[in-house]
């Protein structure tokens, strides 16, 4: 069903009422299983710091972690104690580098939503934050057992959970404009310039000359995966291109190692009115 709901909104063919509305079932059905909420009577107040679990599958070397590695840092405990959830048991440098800031480090991935709720709800956890929304790993149906009293999404999922246990989205006034707060089921609320902290990749990277000096073109270059390009996208870069006959369009991802989907894509782009000559695949 993530992968359903994730897939729509890359489609452009649904409405963002209609998104909302598939978004909703989801959040019914994960409701449905569960048997017992867990109860909060009020926020636990210890005179301590406030208790933050984070729940994803991407505290590792990738944008949510990335995303994340200078936040945590500047954390100051005394204030704020974090606890993670990891979804995916890959570990990496950057899973090392994040564990540094976390009071507790727990896996999820074997446990079900019950005795991933559970042993949040045992940890006193005041504020659980979920970072994947309908993406990889995602333990959305666990929030539905209310394991904390404050539950909220952010930072790796652009779109609504469709859980009302969900309580608030992280945003800002850029990716969730006040007009299109009636896409979301949860309370939005925006933090005042940007919801992103990045972190440079600590490789070293050398910096050449623009290509554009000495091969007389621009090369305009997207590495996303092709699920995110649906047509209303190619016709916007074939229109760019067609305005600028010069310039080429540089695709990499691992979809196009195969031969029949850049022959696939070529033909898009000549439909179009694109040369193949300009795609660099």
């Known amino acids: ?20 509305q598939a978004a909703r079932r989801f959040g019914e059905q994960a409701t449905r299983r569960v048997t017992r909420v867990f109860q909060h009577e009020t926020m636990p107040v210890s005179g301590g710091p406030l208790r933050v679990g984070l729940v994803s599958g991407d505290l590792r070397q990738h944008p949510v972690g990335y995303f994340l590695d200078n936040v945590v840092a500047a954390i100051d405990p005394a204030i704020l104690e974090l606890y993670a959830y990891s979804t995916h048991d890959a570990d990496d440098a950057l899973s090392a ?3 540094t800031h976390f009071a507790k480090w727990t ?5 079900s939503d019950r005795e991933a709720a559970q042993q ?3 940890d006193g956890i005041q504020v659980l934050i979920d970072l994947s929304g309908h993406t990889a790993y995602s333990r959305l149906p666990m929030f539905a057992w209310r394991p904390a009293p404050l539950q909220i999404s952010w930072l790796g999922y652009f779109a609504t ?13 850029h990716v969730v404009p006040p007009a299109e707060e009636d896409h979301f089921c949860e309370t939005v609320w925006r933090l005042p310039e940007t919801y992103l902290c990045f972190t440079p990749p600590e490789s070293s990277l050398e910096t050449k000359s623009l290509p554009a000096l000495s091969h007389g073109a621009i090369t305009f270059g997207c590495f996303n995966n092709l699920n995110k390009v649906n047509d209303r996208v190619l016709q916007v870069w074939a229109t760019i291109l067609r305005a600028l006959p010069t310039a ?3 695709l990499k991802t691992a979809l196009l190692d ?10 898009c782009f000549g439909e179009l009115g694109v040369g193949s000559e300009r795609l660099l695949l």
Request: hydrophobic letters at 35%; glycine letters at 4%.
């Open 161 to 173: 959970t469709g859980m009302d246990e969900i309580d608030y989205l992280l945003a800002d006034p």
């Open 1 to 20: 069903h993530s992968n359903f709901l994730k897939t729509l909104n890359h489609l452009g063919t649904r409405s963002p009422a209609e998104c909302l």
């Open 107 to 111: 896996s999820l991935s074997r446990l």
């Open 258 to 267: 195969d031969e029949a989907t850049r022959t696939r894509l070529r033909q």
């Open 97 to 99: 580098r994040l564990r």
């Open 248 to 250: 080429r369009l540089l």
């Open 120 to 122: 949040i709800y045992a």
